[in-house]
């Protein structure tokens, strides 16, 4: 519990204008302030932070007529461990410095002590009781930044991998350990998220996703139960469910690694933070979204360990890479990746940065958000709640003569323009779409304002591609395909082939894929296809001159995979569509 309130207090109002610690007129000014604050700053938090008070007299009052214990922070040693209970984000905002720990009693440094509702966060946030000592302003905001100089913002929390427990098992352990009531208050969710199973719970949530490579962590309330599921290598799995009574406080855990308001159930909220498992650090970026049942959380695993940038491993052919190849060296123009969420574009892109990054060339990135920390390559992070947004980004990096741009995704018209006219004024530029396949984003662009004059002026080539599931190559199984096949793939009927299927073993855990491959349709910018963009022509003409010079299609390159043995032809159907107009044999090998 917070410090009890006092009685028979002098007013504190009163009792500053009478101090002569602030003038009329300023408190008058700061309670009409506290009136309109949307986030109902105290009146004297007001006052300090805009310098309108006499901070000795301040200190003065609150310790002689409130009875408050004055500290020096000259003569403190900090303990760091002390340090952790409170971020530097949070210090900062709520004008506080821990400086002692004794048993569950926290003292913390304030200016203003009296904002009651300051304590009562910092003991939700805690678990501590609060003990409060004055200090003043100047010197508290001085010593915040001294005391926590060099700290991260990200939270770095080791987790340690416990394989050998069953996360079902530990599911039910935690229901019968931790209940919550239906009108749930901070504190308690507090208690639940620092409970041992529950931080075992979570924890072990993201070892196995680490461990089975997925991408993404789901953690899903609804009426009776929570549902926690991953993706892994695009399918949706469920893992486990416990019971919507501890929902809460796995939310609640999980927001206090990243550093984000346990008390705040109304607005989505966005962070990250660090685990180290099986020997390598792993990005957790995390989004949480309120929805009728509760909060929805996202967990997005970004694994560098297990991410290849290597063009040569992502699966594309020979011809593919050294198509991407020749594109990537040339001077300057546009190259673009197109697909839905989840394709592969930026591990692509980023494959391309790295083969073109060397001490000679300055390359710079605007992300929404940054993925992947690469280095020897400068990365922006957007952040359109300052107006930091891709266009007022791209403008400042103009300025700073890069040689490469990647853009992380151009969404609207503005964006087009300033990537265009950085790609004519010779910067390459690299960018995502949303499209379905390679020609459409010439459309696309087109509708976004572009003329087709500056399309065919800068675009080098745009590369549709989707992620197909691997065969394990433990337990594929082969089999020939049946002749009414031929006709519906345009195979040649009169060559044999043989495709595989998954079967499933220990090694795949029954499901007979294990990792992912790219599929793509690169679209070339041949002189005919320039010619064809300047007269407007539609898509699906363009898209079959493309094929005369040889452009397979996503389903296409998708049936080659299958053909290869890498995927199977269940895979191929998941993924793509098929094609309008599509001449015999263009599946084939």
Known sequence: MTEPMRTSLPDLKEALLRAGVVSSADLQ???????????????????????????????????????????????????????????????????????????????VAVANPTNIKVLDELQAITGKRIRTSVAEYSQLKEYIQKSYQGEVSVSEEPV?????????????????????????????LMEQANQAPVVKLVNMVLVEGVRRRASDIFIEPWEGFVRIRMRIDGILEEIVKPQKSFGAAIVSRVKIMSQLNIAEH?????????VRTQGREVDMRVSILPSSFGEKVCLRILDTGAQSHDIQKLGFTETEQSVIRASAKKPHGMILVTGPTGSGKTTTLYSVLKYLDSPQVNITTVEDPVEYQMSGINQVNVRESIGLTFPAALRSILRQDPDIILI???????????????ALTGHLVLSTLHTNDAVSSVTRMANLGLEPFLIASTVLMISAQRLVRRLCPRCRVAYDLEPDMYKFLNLDPKKKIQLWKAKG??????LGYQGRSVITEILEMKPDILDMIMQGASADLIKERAREHGMNTLRESAIQKALAGETSLDEVFRVTIADVGAKPGGGAP
Not at 161 to 188: C, I, P, R, W, Y
Not at 408 to 422: F, N, S, Y
């Open 29 to 107: 000014q700061a309670l009409q302030e506290q009136v309109k604050s949307s986030n109902k700053l105290h009146f004297l938090d007001i006052l300090q932070q805009a310098g309108k008070c006499d901070e000795k007299k301040l200190v003065s009052v609150l310790c002689e007529e409130y009875g408050y214990r004055l500290v020096s922070l000259k003569m403190l040693i900090i303990d760091k461990e002390v340090l952790k209970l409170v971020s530097k984000k949070t210090a900062e905002a709520y004008g506080c410095l821990p400086i002692s720990l004794l048993e569950k009693t926290l003292t």
């Open 160 to 188: 340690l991998d416990e394989g050998a427990e069953d996360l079902v098992s530990l599911a039910n352990m935690v229901e019968s350990e931790a209940t919550l009531d239906k009108q749930q208050k901070v504190a308690d």
């Open 266 to 274: 109304r607005v989505p909220q966005d962070g990250r933070f660090k």
């Open 408 to 422: 992380g995704e151009i969404r609207d018209a503005e964006t087009l323009d300033i990537a265009v006219k950085a």
């Open 505 to 510: 073993c220990s090694q795949c855990r029954q």
